[in-house]
T-cell receptor
Framework: AQKVTQAQTEISVVEKEDVTLDCVYE???????LFWYKQPPSGELVFLIR??????QNEISGRYSWNFQKSTSSFNFTITASQVVDSAVYFC????????????FGQGTRLTINP | DTAVSQTPKYLVTQMGNDKSIKCEQN?????MYWYKQDSKKFLKIMFS???????INETVPNRFSPKSPDKAHLNLHINSLELGDSAVYFC?????????????FGPGTRLTVL
């Protein structure tokens, strides 16, 4: 069975600090997708990134970066120079590539950026 | 031009009532999903349809019945509502295939059962 664990329930930092959100996953599939979604206080789910298990290259998008390490089954998310607008709940998720492709979500990490 | 829309956005009802939530996508996707987000923010798949056929049916009470009249619509009907059904229900859609399968989510429907 697939499982995603986000051990950090809540994180609170001061604006401009860097912050890393941890994600560890379990799957028996040899190929799969990993995702990060953001849920701001307004409630919608915003897609941030998708990573194919074949591709272990780290990715940077502006202040966001993702570190995928297949050897440790981790897909961590770092926000550099955090801003108040980054305050949200962040979800890591896993999906099989074949089959029904349902998303299995972690418990979410509530990130609060204080001014 | 909303990609995935849900109606209503808020739904407040009494225990025991029957209610429906509607979802529509205009992305040309062939697969649609219902997820439930409980009060602790935990998100879990409930159902999925691919080309109007049910492909995922998690351990959900049979009071919940999804219906997909066509590829662009997936409705969720709930009978005999219970307090524990209070949650935010998200509809999502994607294009199922060998590769890219990002799921686009609707804005959610907050259901409150009194």
């Amino acid at each position: 069975a697939q499982k995603v664990t986000q051990a950090q329930t809540e994180i609170s930092v001061v604006e401009k600090e860097d912050v890393t959100l941890d994600c560890v996953y379990e799957t028996r599939d040899t190929t799969y997708y990993l995702f990060w979604y953001k849920q701001p206080p307004s409630g919608e789910l915003v897609f941030l990134i998708r990573r194919n298990s074949f591709d272990e290259q780290n990715e940077i998008s502006g202040r966001y970066s993702w570190n995928f390490q297949k050897s440790t089954s981790s897909f961590n998310f770092t926000i550099t120079a955090s801003q108040v607008v980054d305050s949200a709940v962040y979800f890591c998720a896993l999906s099989e590539i074949q089959g029904a492709q349902k998303l299995v979500f972690g418990q979410g990490t509530r990130l609060t950026i204080n001014p | 031009d909303t990609a995935v829309s849900q109606t209503p956005k808020y739904l407040v009802t009494q225990m025991g009532n029957d209610k429906s939530i509607k979802c529509e996508q205009n992305l040309g996707h062939d697969t649609m999903y219902w997820y439930k987000q409980d009060s602790k923010k935990f998100l879990k798949i409930m159902f999925s349809y691919n080309n109007k056929e049910l492909i995922i049916n998690e351990t959900v009470p049979n009071r919940f019945s999804p219906k997909s009249p066509d590829k662009a619509h997936l409705n969720l009907h709930i009978n005999s509502l219970e307090l524990g059904d209070s949650a935010v229900y998200f509809c999502a859609s994607s294009r199922r295939g060998q590769e890219y399968n990002e799921q686009f989510f609707g804005p959610g429907t907050r259901l409150t059962v009194l």
